[in-house]
């Protein structure tokens, strides 16, 4: 098989260059190592922002979001049992944000590219990249894992194959910096069948730490408390999980959770990782292949577009006119944009969390920050404009 350009990952980066290279009349084909009822059916958190709402739209990718999903204008910190809200569209001009799920955005993107003859194919094994340092790449895998040996020549190889696939391996270890972090806490999320408690997300710092309250249907809510990572869920009754919550959203105004029955429960650990460069030879890796934040400040999908914004522009300029200088530049633009949604993450994550191993004097210092957005119209901005997405370079 010949293509332009070959995509490993059918994650939010790879199909989004999918769709943005066949805009730009450049061939594809992603290959996935899931099956496609898995990718569809994997349940994620998805805000999205302000520009990936207007690019779907721009993709003709946007009528069932603009349906089903939830646009909110601002969100809600809550701590010492008082809440504030933050009016994200009257702080960034008008900008909103999308509540609407990963796999719902998926499952668009992968009808959308089906339907006008893309291909991608599901449940491969095998997936090896070779040849990235001249001119004729190519990825040899293997159809429903054990098929027959099958090679994809190509121009350029895209890994958009999250942490664990070969993407970023490829790249000699000699010539790659990882940076990582690892918090102390995580996250144990339940979706619940109930009505919505409240009409924006809340993120929460108190009692014994935080708490989200999200949503994903009128009928169906998706919320967090913080959690040792190592815990079993096991010791997590439903009883206790609702405990917890009452306790980290409590409000001394007469409001009140409601509760429904846990469909869905799980417990997930933090991490922050950057791989440098983003690029080898004819190799470009996107998404969480080389990033990953943590879930608090609601980057990771929005980072992943952002990569592939930025490499479809190259790739476009290099078939258009021939010009290489963007993609000689792609890894050094988008880490650029990386490592501030990096810094926001961690700033909302270490800003919201309870960590055991700060010391008073930093867990007040937290505290102060919570209410300096409350009182300064300027530390309110810096975080609205983080939130909704900031403007590219």
Not at 293 to 312: S, Y
Request: charge should be negative; aromatic fraction near 8%; glycine fraction near 10%.
């Amino acid at each position: 098989m010949r293509v332009q350009v070959g995509i490993i990952g059918a994650g939010p980066a790879g199909l989004f260059l999918a769709h943005l290279l066949h805009r730009a009349g450049i061939g594809a084909v992603v290959l996935e190592s899931r099956s496609r009822h898995e990718v569809e059916e994997t349940v994620r958190a998805g805000v999205l922002e302000h520009w990936v709402v207007e690019l779907m739209q721009q993709l003709g990718l946007g009528e069932r979001m603009l349906r089903e999903g939830h646009v909110h204008d601002g969100i809600t910190l809550q701590w010492n049992r008082a809440r504030h809200h933050l009016d994200i569209a009257g702080l960034t001009g008008g900008k909103r944000i999308m509540v609407y799920p990963q796999q719902e955005v998926l499952k668009d993107l992968i009808a959308h590219r089906l339907a006008h003859g893309g291909e991608i194919i599901f449940e491969v094994g095998g997936t090896s990249i070779r040849g990235i340092d001249g001119d004729h790449p190519a990825i040899d895998f293997r159809r429903d894992g054990n098929g027959p040996a099958e090679t994809i020549e190509c121009d350029y190889v895209v890994g958009a194959d999250g942490f664990h696939g070969p993407g970023r391996q490829t790249i000699p270890a000699a010539r790659r910096s990882e940076y990582h972090k690892v918090y102390p806490f995580g996250w144990l999320g339940i979706l619940a069948r109930a009505p919505r408690s409240w009409h924006e997300l809340i993120y929460t710092h108190q009692q014994d730490g935080f708490a989200l309250l999200s949503t994903r249907s009128p009928e169906l809510q998706r919320m967090y408390i913080q959690c040792d990572p190592n815990d079993d869920i096991a010791n997590w009754s439903d009883g206790r999980i609702w405990e917890q919550f009452h306790a980290r959203l409590g409000t001394d105004d007469g409001w009140s959770l409601t509760e429904g029955p846990i469909v869905q429960k799980g417990i997930i650990p933090l991490r922050s990782f950057v791989c440098e460069p983003m690029q080898f030879g004819r190799l470009y890796i996107a998404g969480d292949a080389a990033h990953i934040v943590p879930p608090t400040g609601a980057k990771g999908l929005n980072l992943a577009v952002a990569d592939v914004v930025v490499l479809a522009r190259a790739l476009a300029e290099r078939y258009r006119a021939g010009r290489v200088d963007l993609l000689e530049r792609y890894s050094a633009v988008c880490l650029r944009r990386v490592w501030k949604a990096e810094r926001f993450s961690w700033y909302m994550t270490t800003m919201l969390h309870r960590n055991e191993n700060e010391s008073d004097f930093e867990q007040r210092i937290h505290f102060a920050d919570l209410d300096l957005v409350r009182t300064s119209r300027a530390s309110a901005v810096s975080l609205a404009e983080n939130y909704v997405g900031l403007p590219f370079d």
